[in-house]
């Protein structure tokens, strides 16, 4: 049967330890049943945006399905930026922050109805020093915490305790100079997050007045651990103690690190130490389709 209807499915054959054969299953037998025409691209780890880029042009697909983790959504969505296409996400990865974000349950049959559906988000990215951030980007603690994750061999929730307390024990403070649209902050800095979302893949949320689609990015900043503070975070409180923690929304931020150079990652991908970097919210960079 011919369609002009298309569909591209992207799938991260590696990602999350997840089997993908029942993905390819349900999403072969929705496409069938409402008439689309099914393509499928199984990533390779290489070169894959500029293949994905070169489909989306060629196909001109009205939906991508994205079945991998954060990685291979934000390869996606940088993919498919500038063209007419909804992405649609099938929570595939390890972490998944972005479906926890989206309010994804896990289940396949609703990330599917959700993918296909009527309801869509035109929502706005952050570019960090040039890469993109969909999730949360940050420095200093839980960017030390993504390395040692990464280089350590357990995986699942005791492993992560595990690398936590590893962190908690290496981690220094730096001194962090942030320029705001309106305002120059200069303080000793636990962690400073560049947050477009609410959660963290664990579920946390750190940023409770963030909204995926509102043109705006919040920093997140915070001096110490803290008890009360964090409770607050938790019961989606945002009138914090500003000797310890800061939120504030803005559009450009600027973060120099002037005493030591601080651990850096992006969407949960480590990227080594950084002494600046500069952020900026791209609106309404990429429709997805959302509960
Ligand atoms: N066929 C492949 N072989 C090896 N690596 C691959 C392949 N396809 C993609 N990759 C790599 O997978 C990574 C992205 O993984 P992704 O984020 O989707 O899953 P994850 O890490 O399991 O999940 P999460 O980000 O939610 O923790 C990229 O580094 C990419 O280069």
């Known amino acids: ?12 054959p590696i990602s999350g330890d997840v089997n993908k054969d029942v993905i390819f299953e349900r999403v072969i037998e929705k496409t069938g049943q409402d008439g689309y025409d099914l393509r499928i691209y ?4 290489e070169h894959d945006l500029e293949t994905i880029r070169e489909m989306v042009t060629t196909l001109k697909p009205e939906r991508i399905l994205v079945a991998g983790g954060d990685g291979t959504i934000s390869l996606v ?5 500038g063209f007419d296409v909804t992405m649609g996400i099938i929570p595939a990865g390890s972490a998944n922050g972005l479906s926890v974000d989206f309010g994804l349950s896990g289940s396949l049959e609703q990330a599917i109805e959700v ?13 960090i020093n040039g ?8 420095l200093g603690l839980n960017a030390l915490l993504v390395k040692n994750y990464e280089n ?21 403070n730096f001194l962090a100079k942030i320029t705001v649209d309106n305002e120059v902050i200069e303080t ?7 947050a477009n979302a609410q959660k963290y893949g664990t579920g946390v949320t750190i940023n409770p007045a963030g909204d995926m689609a509102d043109g705006f990015f919040e920093l997140v ?13 938790l019961a989606g409180n945002t009138d914090f103690n500003p000797e310890i923690m800061r939120v504030i929304s803005v559009k450009n931020a600027v973060i120099e690190c002037l005493d030591k150079e601080a651990h850096f990652q992006i969407d949960g991908e480590y990227k080594g130490m950084v002494t600046k970097v500069e952020a900026h919210i791209l609106e309404k960079y990429i429709k997805v389709a959302v509960l």
């Open 115 to 127: 993918a296909f559906g009527e309801k869509i988000m035109h929502m706005d990215a952050v570019s």
């Open 42 to 45: 199984s990533t390779t780890g």
């Open 152 to 172: 350590s061999e357990t995986r699942g929730k005791l492993g992560y305790a595990r690398e936590m307390l590893k962190t908690l024990s290496e981690h220094e």
């Open 221 to 233: 900043i915070a001096k110490k651990l803290d008890f009360i503070e964090t409770a607050k975070i």
């Open 1 to 12: 049967m011919f369609s002009e209807r298309k569909v591209l499915l992207v799938v991260n």
């Open 77 to 81: 969505a940088q993919a498919a930026y």
């Open 188 to 194: 000793d800095a636990l962690i400073v997050i560049i």
């Open 131 to 138: 890469d993109i951030s969909l999730h949360l980007s940050d």
